[in-house]
């Protein structure tokens, strides 16, 4: 029970840490990398340029996997990846915990709709296990991210006939929940 919870908190601050961290460490690096390398000596050199040249990198990154190529590539790269000895199942974990993976072996099996508590209306939840209730009917595990953190929620057990399933990724469900909602999402229903 001890080690579930440090568990849950350690891949809760992971997922708040990844994007931002890994960013601030990435444009560090090529700051620092650029300033060492002989490149501040030259006349177009400025501070801040590594901020550039890693803006520029990303808009680059997102054109060339924004195209069909692009696309194939990133597919070929995440085979080859998933493959590796032992970074492998570190990169399976990582693409977990960030939303990429769905299923009965990821983090997060789908996102649903869950009723508020107190409240007429429903709130986005993630669901993370099946369970049987004592009745014989199958209950959800349903992690229900917070506001305006989303990696400080609640979990909920409710009925799946409470539940009403959302036609969207668990990505695609962790982008808006990290821009605060501010994603357009087609959240349309598939009952089951």
């Known amino acids: 029970m001890v ?3 440090i568990t849950r908190c350690v891949v809760a601050g992971i997922v708040a840490i990844l994007p931002i961290g890994g960013t601030i460490l990435a444009v560090a690096y090529i700051e620092s990398t650029l300033s060492s390398s002989g490149i501040s ?4 050199y400025f501070p801040g340029l590594g901020i550039l040249a890693a803006c520029l990198l990303v808009y680059l990154l ?10 194939w590539m990133i597919r070929k790269m995440d085979a080859l990846l998933n493959r590796l000895p032992a970074l492998g199942r570190l990169y399976a974990t990582l693409k977990q915990v960030l939303g990429y993976g769905e ?6 099996e789908s996102v649903v709709m869950v009723p508020s508590m107190g409240l007429s209306g429903e709130e986005m939840g993630l669901v993370t296990n099946t369970v049987p209730s004592g009745e014989g ?5 349903v992690f229900v991210p917070g506001a305006p953190t989303p990696t400080a929620g609640r979990l ?3 009925d ?3 539940v009403r399933p959302v036609g969207i990724s668990v990505h695609d469900a962790l982008k808006a929940l990290v821009a605060v909602g501010k994603v357009d999402l087609n959240l349309t229903s598939t009952k089951k």
């Open 3 to 5: 080690w579930k919870h």
């Open 156 to 158: 909920v057990v409710v």
């Open 137 to 141: 009917k199958e209950q959800l595990v």
């Open 62 to 71: 997102g054109l060339v996997t924004s195209t069909i190529l692009g696309g």
């Open 160 to 162: 799946r006939d409470k």
């Open 103 to 108: 299923g009965k072996d990821a983090i997060f």
């Open 41 to 44: 000596e030259l006349p177009f």
